[in-house]
């Protein structure tokens, strides 16, 4: 039995984090930014911290470091991009105290959070498709074609992403947006693949399972998905994550063109929202993310291609009386 944190538990893909972690037999202790009553996994977890923001990263790594020196802990599960982003610099100081964190090293961090520096280094490896992509600032007018898509060259979840339709829009956004980092890329039009990614660093295997987003939300998380198999994703993803460094569980995300071209668009380092989703086809993404940091080896690969939906429920967190 391990004694592991995961944090943000409020996020997408806590559920399943916590419930595979329990049924294993592991203490789970649980952290977010909001109190336990707003969290409905709060009462999922042997033991919940409300923490700081990771944007305030000295109060965020104090904490958490507190956190796990007080209860021992043997691993911590980052689950969204600010915490990775603050933690992946700090493995060797968690180390000293007993623990390790769950990601992959710092390079490979930086290069997959960095949309603009990952499109460059894959275009030159010449490991996939990529859209054309170029910094906002650098970017002129007469040199592009619209419409284009603008996003935070280290984004997450769609957040300060927008289509771009017309010369005066473009002019207005890149007068604002200046001495912000953003990219643009042509717009691209075709269906979104998000593929789970588990890899060993000590044994260089690698389990992809693609799953067609046919719905998703604003945020970009898939509602709707079907479980595909694709021999030209799975290679890609193993020389990708390779190259990048990867250990662990990540998601790679693709467009597949109209003209059924595959371009890869980004690689968030972390679980995806929907990692659910492959659990359910048959692949325990959860289990063997964990495998790859206690030296187990992670299993072969066993799905069923299958169109999984997903819906919210409600739970009381708190009553009272009166």
């Not at 109060?59 to 209860?71: A, F, G, P, S």
């Not at 260089?204 to 998380?221: D, F, K, Q, Y």
């Amino acid at each position: 039995m391990y004694r592991i944190l995961v944090t943000a538990i409020g996020s997408f893909s806590a559920d399943i984090v916590i419930e595979v972690l329990r049924e294993a037999g592991h203490y789970v202790i649980g952290a977010d930014i909001y109190p336990k009553e707003w969290i409905a996994d709060a009462s999922n977890v042997d033991k919940f911290y409300q923490v700081p923001y990771a944007t305030d990263a000295e109060r965020y790594v104090e904490t958490i470091l507190n956190i796990c020196e007080e209860n021992e802990v043997h691993y911590v599960i980052p689950l969204t991009d600010p915490e990775v982003d603050v933690l992946s610099g700090l493995k060797p100081d968690f180390r000293e105290i007993g623990t390790d964190i769950c990601i992959s090293d710092e390079h490979s961090i930086r290069l997959c959070r960095n949309k603009y520096a990952l499109s460059k280094f894959l275009k030159e490896k010449e490991l996939c498709n990529v859209i054309e992509t170029s910094r906002l600032s650098d970017s002129e007018l007469e040199h592009i074609k619209l419409p284009v898509f603008i996003k935070p060259v280290s984004g997450r979840s769609s957040i300060g992403c927008r289509f771009v339709y017309t010369e005066e829009e473009y002019l207005c956004i890149k007068n604002v947006l200046k001495g912000e980092e953003y990219i643009v890329q042509p717009f691209v039009a075709g269906e979104i693949i998000t593929v789970d990614v588990v890899r060993d660093q000590n044994s260089e295997v690698t389990v992809s399972i693609p799953r067609v987003e046919l719905l998703r939300n604003s945020s970009g998380a898939g509602t709707t998905v079907e479980i595909i198999e694709s021999e030209e994703l799975e290679r890609t993803c193993e020389n990708v994550a390779r190259e990048t460094f990867i250990s662990g569980a990540v998601n790679i995300e693709f467009i597949r063109s109209e003209s059924g071209k595959l371009f890869l668009l980004e690689i968030n380092p972390r679980f995806s929202g929907g990692v659910k989703f492959s659990h359910i086809s048959g692949y325990n993404v959860v289990e063997n993310h964990l495998n790859c940091f206690t030296g187990r080896p992670i299993e072969d690969k066993k799905i069923n291609k299958m169109i999984i939906a997903r819906k919210y429920t409600e739970h009381v967190t708190s009553e009272f009386s009166g």
